[in-house]
């Protein structure tokens, strides 16, 4: 009950207007252009990727990452990914981590320009 007439008297927060907003904050940082792969991926993400993507290989993820860091375009980085990688640890290229990755990728060579 306090929950809910606090949100009606103040309908502005910052959490009400993240929680409704799609044009956040956050949603346009996570779709600008990274200049640097690795200080793009968070923790989270790096354990995802290592458990789902690499089977738990750290040492193979961060070559990965060094490699397409490396890369000369979104072409090659996507080549490396899925030849070296992909097949080789048998990705399902549809599960979310695998998606999440190839987002990452595509940001590092491409400017996304937001919608506000």
């Known amino acids: 009950p306090f929950c809910t007439k606090a949100i009606k008297k103040y309908p502005n927060t910052l959490v009400n207007s993240v929680n409704g907003n799609t ?10 252009r990274i200049t640097n792969i690795r200080n793009a991926i968070t923790l989270n993400q790096k354990f995802i990727f290592v458990g789902d993507l690499f089977a738990g290989d750290a040492t193979m993820f961060q070559q990965a990452i060094n490699e397409i860091e490396d890369a000369a375009d ?8 899925k030849e070296r990688y992909a097949l080789k640890y048998d990705w399902d290229l549809n599960s979310m981590a695998a ?13 996304i320009f937001s919608q506000t």
């Open 23 to 32: 044009g956040s904050i956050l949603n346009k940082q996570q779709k600008q």
């Open 74 to 81: 979104y072409e090659v980085a996507l080549s490396i990914l």
């Open 99 to 111: 998606k999440d990755l190839f987002e990452i990728i595509e940001r590092r060579f491409f400017i």
